[in-house]
């Protein structure tokens, strides 16, 4: 028979995993829906210059889509078993950190240059 603390323990287990689970596929939904988004400007606006739009688009679902795997990955180093488990984990959590900071600064990099060549 199983105590409190273990049924209490695999329900958790159970409820991280299928927020895990939620999470990753809206992160998938938003870079999918990013993308076409991306396509369809493309298009529109081929004869153009209009590729930081592009670049926009594509940085920002980007970055939003890894904010809900860095939910994820913070959900799963809770059931984590081992430490090596968790060293690589980890690791995975600080590189999509850098990805994130990398994209918001490519965004705002973006908007600035947009800012400058409206003024002119």
Same mark, same amino acid.
């Given at each position: ?8 323990? /695999? ?9 895990? $689970?939620? @999470? #990753?596929? &809206?992160?998938? !939904?938003? =870079? ?20 930081? /739009? ?9 970055? $939003?889509? @890894? #904010?809900? &795997?860095?939910? !994820?990955? =913070? ?31 490519? $965004? ?13």
């Amino acid at each position: 028979m199983q105590s409190k603390g273990e049924n209490m323990e /695999q329900f958790l287990e159970i409820i991280i995993h299928i927020s895990v $689970l939620i @999470l #990753e596929i &809206i992160a998938v !939904a938003v =870079i999918a829906i990013g993308t076409v988004k991306s396509v369809i400007i493309f298009i529109q606006n081929y004869f153009t210059d209009k590729e930081n /739009q592009i670049i926009r688009e594509m940085a920002s679902s980007m970055s $939003l889509a @890894l #904010e809900f &795997i860095l939910a !994820a990955e =913070i959900l799963e180093t809770m059931i984590v078993d081992d430490r090596t488990q968790l060293i690589t984990m980890s690791v995975l959590l600080v590189l999509r950190i850098i990805i994130t900071f990398v994209l918001h600064w490519e $965004l705002r990099t973006t908007e600035c240059h947009e800012n400058k060549s409206s003024d002119e």
